[in-house]
């Protein structure tokens, strides 16, 4: 099993909706919690961080770790076409610990 | 103003040859990291020095040799290059402290071996 599994893709929806994605992990050392966006030839950029279990809110994005389940999930509302890119979770167990990637799921948003 | 920067941005070459890639950081960091991401996106790192010392060494071959001659600069060698090694490899950089530091990341060098 690997340390951090994220939901294949590509996924792809119309302008408006609600995404949900999701990653699951098995290292249950992991304290930190990010979702990274990348757009298409592009460095990866954080968009959330969260520590320990909890929700966090940051306009249109929340994000959601539930530790009990080693289950973490980016939920983002009235997507846009801007929204079009890869995210990737990534964790670690301290705070300049090494990251573990998931694997990444490409986002498309249709207008 | 770039934060994270790398060059070359596109590097093809043959087989078997040897080829570095530089990176740079003007955000003042002490921590810096190489990446490579695989063409379906899986991000793994590879090294991670802190203040010019080696703290992270993946499993990675031994013809890949990261270099730090200070903390702003990360270097990647790699010697006697495989098709394997094709990929995008990017750098990073982030300030250690007592909570979580984002990492930057430079937009990526896009390696391609013939």
């Known amino acids: 099993q690997k340390e951090v599994e994220q939901d294949p893709g590509p996924l792809s929806v119309p302008e408006g909706a609600i995404v949900s994605l999701n990653c699951t992990y098995s290292?249950?050392?992991?304290?930190?919690f990010m979702w990274y966006r990348q757009y298409s030839r592009k460095g990866p950029e954080l968009l959330m961080y969260?520590?320990?279990?909890g929700n966090k809110e940051d306009g249109r994005f929340t994000a959601q770790v539930d530790k009990s389940s080693k289950y973490i999930s980016l939920f983002i509302r009235d997507s846009q076409p801007s929204d079009s890119a890869t995210y990737l979770c990534?964790?670690?167990?301290?705070?300049?610990?090494?990251?573990?990637f998931g694997k990444g799921i490409t986002l498309s948003v249709r207008p | 103003d770039t934060a994270v920067s790398q060059t070359p941005k596109y590097l093809v070459t043959q087989m078997g040859n040897d080829k570095s890639i530089k990176c740079e950081q003007n955000?003042?960091?002490?921590?810096m990291y190489w990446y490579k991401q695989d063409s379906k996106k899986f991000l793994k790192i590879m090294f991670s020095?802190?203040?010019?010392?080696?703290?992270i060494n993946e499993t990675v071959p031994n013809r890949f040799s990261p270099k730090s001659p200070d903390k702003a600069h990360l270097n990647l060698h790699i010697n006697s290059l495989e098709l394997g090694d094709s990929a995008v490899y990017f750098c990073?950089?982030?300030?250690?402290?007592?909570?979580?530091?984002?990492?930057?990341f430079g937009p990526g060098t896009r390696l391609t071996v013939l």
């Open positions: 020095y802190n203040n010019k010392e080696l703290i």
């Open positions: 290292n249950s050392a992991f304290q930190y």
């Open positions: 990073a950089s982030s300030q250690a402290g007592f909570s979580y530091n984002e990492q930057f």
């Open positions: 969260t520590y320990s279990s």
């Open positions: 990534a964790m670690g167990p301290g705070a300049n610990s090494k990251l573990t």
């Open positions: 955000l003042g960091h002490d921590t």
